[in-house]
DNA sequence: TCAATTAATTTTGTATACATTTTCAAATTG
DNA sequence: CAATTTGAAAATGTATACAAAATTAATTGA
């Protein structure tokens, strides 16, 4: 069932939200005049949300039979990491091989102070440093995503990024340990981008990419 | 403008074909009830064709303002070719991984000996051979893409190949030889495939749209 | 004459009625 | 009793009217 309560969010971001988190399981199927009738909209903005969210990949569609969440097996999450680490690898290519601008250079130093910051202060993991390392987390992901220029490989970026939520209901478990290495790998991609070191920085965010993979593939098996 | 004779296409394939081959030229701005009117239907349709070709990555979009078709710039055009080199080489490890199945073999097989029945015999290029020979590639790559077996994959890599025809107006201008040259290296890419190696498979495929690359930058230059 | 404001026009956002297609169940027929 | 057919209900596809926002033009003021 749906919340008719955050009407602040569109409907588009509204389902999203509800795909994502497990509220719509796979195989749920998604009628119109129903969903206009829960969230208080016309058919018009549900149609278009439905639209967008199939051409997102998260929604199966045939026509004249409406719309399906789809299923999104445990394969490929694992694919989904993969096809990320090509993704991110190539950003990170373009993005030493093109240079960074100041302002971009100064948001990702930020975020690693800020991550650095919190995991050496901190001897105890919680959902606030958990928080925390998310969000400085996406700031060095995303900054180097636009840095790369690439509208084409953002838009893909952002594609791939939505599928291993959706089998992550419950955020993965990263340990202390594993966070810093983590932080460091970010630490050495940032060098490798200052020095211009296309290849390195390309290998390293694979790698670091694949490293979250296997958390993640990690954390799935225990909690199943 | 656009043309009104082909009402079997869908308005969305319609509009697609009209900004591929650049009749909707760049910052051509897309207007609902103009659309409609020359289209010869109403409005709904074309918001929703609007969406789809804006979710694929062809339109701007800015809420209240409309959509307009986006530019393409040559090195978007080169970096397409990046991404999709990283994106059908993880599909090609992907396949050699998984293995193919007599299907799948049968289908590539038979877009190979298309190609080298009409590469071998014929000692001209015209239009006829350049028909044929982009058939059975686009053949050969996307039962790569369907034996990967991965959806996400096989949609962003759609995406990726919608962004070369845009500058390329006119085909590639390929020699015969350097035809020649391609269709080998299909032959070598399937062979890799059959010997389930992996890495081998995904750098000749890399490598492999890397050349096609070259030929697309190459004919670009020569045509301005 | 130039700038700012306001009004009119244009364009997109939404709601709703109608058309077409599909689905499911009941009824009919072998 | 099973299979097919048929019809009603429900769902999506389309058209259109109305609302809200933005753009453009005109007008007013200095």
Do not use: C, W
């Not at 919340?3 to 199927?29: F, Q």
Request: cysteine-free; aromatic content about 4%.
């Amino acid at each position: 069932m749906i919340s008719n309560a955050t009407r602040s969010l569109s409907v588009t971001d509204h389902l999203r939200e509800a795909i994502l988190s497990g509220g719509l399981p796979a195989g749920t199927k998604l009628q119109e005049v129903r969903l206009s009738e829960e969230l208080g909209v016309s058919r018009t903005p549900i149609r278009a949300a439905l639209q967008s969210l199939s051409a997102a990949g998260l929604l199966d569609y045939a026509p004249n039979r409406g719309y399906v969440v789809r299923e999104f097996p445990i394969s490929e999450l694992v694919d989904a990491y993969e096809i990320r680490g090509a993704l991110e690898g190539l950003a990170a290519r373009f993005t030493a091989e093109r240079g960074l601008v100041d302002s971009q250079r100064q948001t990702i130093e930020q975020s690693l102070a800020r991550g650095a910051d919190i995991l050496t202060s901190s001897s105890v993991m919680n959902d606030h440093v958990l928080g925390i390392i998310g969000e400085t987390n996406a700031g060095f992901h995303d900054t180097i995503m636009e840095a790369s220029l690439n509208r084409l490989l953002s838009q893909m970026t952002q594609m791939s990024f939505q599928i291993p939520r959706v089998s992550n209901r419950n955020i993965i478990a990263f340990s202390l340990d594993e966070l810093r290495q983590r932080h460091d790998e970010h630490y050495l991609i940032y060098e490798a981008l200052l020095a211009r070191s296309a290849t390195k920085a390309d290998t390293l965010m694979r790698d670091h990419v694949a490293s979250v993979k296997f958390a993640a593939v990690r954390a799935l098996r225990e909690t199943r």
